[in-house]
């Protein structure tokens, strides 16, 4: 059996290159793993470990499955007995099982050349970089990870392993409005964008907790079988709690990144990066309501300002969330219509809102375009959208060769590339954690992008790189 201390003093050899005679099984199996993985030789299926197999990772572990591209190699979730990850078990009864993704790969991480990870977001890293550094090709719900340090990292990785498919899971990117979007700035429909308004309306919260909380949960009764410790993963003890746990991880500051960091990649995406955005020089909370320091307001307001770049001029984007904190609609807006391929919040206490999720695109030219989540189309609203009807209709717009599923799936085996990798969606994932920063201190920040540092608030500056590691974790942050 491989010890906690083992696994990681071996994973700090492979880290570190070494090939020495009497190598560990961890580290001849994360060089096989590098081999296997490089050497495709027309593949049909690719080999994967499921890491988060309830929720949100039966969602996608369904969605792999309809490629027909998948081998599934093992399974893995802190709560294996837990009646989500029923449906995935049941699919996959062949499949090794794990509570401990670290224990996984130094046991069969010569298996798989794959993984795909659906677990909390305070835990996307760990697993995320171990993989990266053995050799293994990675799908990650977003956002990518929780601080603008482990995105760092974990750019790095990818930039590092060119080899390696890394795809996020913001699945718009393989929709209709990534093509659309796409297709029309390269026409020059889109161009000299001001500002753009993204919301999310719905209901973030799923706990009741009040604003004037002054600790944490009290300690209940851990599930039968659940490995907490693995849950926790890097973050600092907490007693289990069931507000913790079920997605309600999403609102508390220690474990997810709130409605911004669950639906905004959902939303702004394409501006980001096909407008090449990058970071933000100043990022300002510029209203809330139900600040506390446990967990994300009820609603907050927050601008995030892009400088100017490449040709494009200087982009304020304006993110609104929480029941009833609506930006100001332009006239000609219209209805606003729920695309039915937009999924749903899961939540059980839902509340009807007038706005669905989406955004205005607002140019220097007076056209405003108005756009939904995920892979919903743009329009443009009013007299213009009559003005620019003919040029609409003179561009192609190319469909989509393969949705997100397929499309990480095909990179795996050379055959597409992904068309969210880290290195395109890491720095949208920074912004977001300087805007999560920002929610967390109510506070104005200036963001200075040559340095990467915060410079006006030496405190929120810290939170760049995030908490210290709990003990045990300190070597993924190494690697």
């Known amino acids: 059996m491989v010890t906690r201390r083992d696994f990681l003093r071996q ?50 572990i369904v969605e792999f499955d309809k490629t027909g591209c998948v081998d599934v190699v093992a399974l893995c979730d802190v709560d294996l007995d837990g009646k989500q990850c029923e449906r995935v078990r049941k699919m996959y009864p062949k499949a090794k099982l794990y509570r401990d993704f670290r224990k996984m790969f130094a046991e069969i991480g010569n298996e798989f ?41 974990l750019i790095d990785a990818a930039l590092r392993n060119p080899q390696l498919a890394t795809q996020m899971g913001n699945q718009g990117h393989s929709e209709a409005n990534y093509f659309q979007f796409k297709a029309w700035k390269e026409a020059g429909l889109i ?17 009741k907790w009040s604003a004037d909380i002054h600790r944490f949960p009290r300690e209940e009764e851990l599930p039968a079988g659940m490995d907490w410790e693995t849950w926790l993963g890097p973050r600092a003890w907490h007693d289990y709690n069931h507000d913790y746990h079920q997605g309600q991880w999403r609102c508390w500051y220690d474990f997810g990144m709130g409605c911004l960091g669950d639906w905004a990649a959902h939303i702004i995406d394409t501006v980001h990066e096909f407008f090449e955005l990058g970071l933000p020089y100043e990022v300002t909370l510029t209203k809330e309501e139900g ?16 400088p100017s770049r490449n040709g494009n001029g200087p982009v304020d984007i304006t993110w609104y969330d929480g029941l009833g904190n609506y930006p100001e609609l332009p006239k000609d807006y219209g209805a606003s219509i729920e695309n039915k391929n937009v999924p749903g919040t899961n939540m059980t206490d839902t509340a009807k809102v007038t706005l669905n999720p989406g955004k205005e695109i607002y140019t220097a030219d007076g056209t405003i375009f108005k756009g939904g989540s995920h892979g919903s189309t743009l329009e443009i609203i009013g007299d213009r959208g009559k003005e620019l009807a003919g040029k609409v209709a003179s561009i192609e717009v190319p ?14 085996m050379g055959k597409e590339k992904t068309r969210s990798p880290f290195q395109i969606v890491g720095p949208l994932c920074q912004a977001f954690s300087i805007g999560v920063i920002a929610q967390r201190l109510n506070a104005q920040l200036f963001f200075d992008e040559r340095t990467k540092t915060i410079t006006n608030n030496p405190f929120a500056n810290a939170w760049l790189v995030g908490p210290e590691p709990r003990k045990g974790w300190e070597e993924f942050y190494k690697m």
């Open 11 to 60: 994973m700090s050899l492979a880290t570190a290159g070494f090939a020495i005679g009497g190598a560990t099984d961890v580290v001849m199996a994360a060089e096989k793993g590098v081999k296997n993985v490089i050497a495709k030789d027309a593949p049909t299926k690719v080999k994967i470990a499921y890491i988060g197999i309830g929720n949100r990772g039966a969602q996608n």
């Open 113 to 153: 050349e794959a993984v795909a990870i659906s677990t909390p977001d305070h835990n996307h890293f760990a697993p995320a970089i171990l993989a990266l550094n053995q050799g293994k090709h990675v799908y990650v719900e977003k956002p990518m990870s929780c601080t603008f340090h482990e995105n760092q990292l």
């Open 291 to 306: 600040w506390n320091q446990y967990f994300y307001p009820f609603s907050s307001t927050i601008l995030f300002r892009f």
């Open 191 to 207: 161009k000299d964008i001001t500002k753009v308004n993204a919301h999310m309306n719905n209901i973030r919260r799923w706990h």
């Open 399 to 412: 469909q989509s060769p393969s949705n997100h599923y397929q499309n990480f799936l095909n990179a795996c």
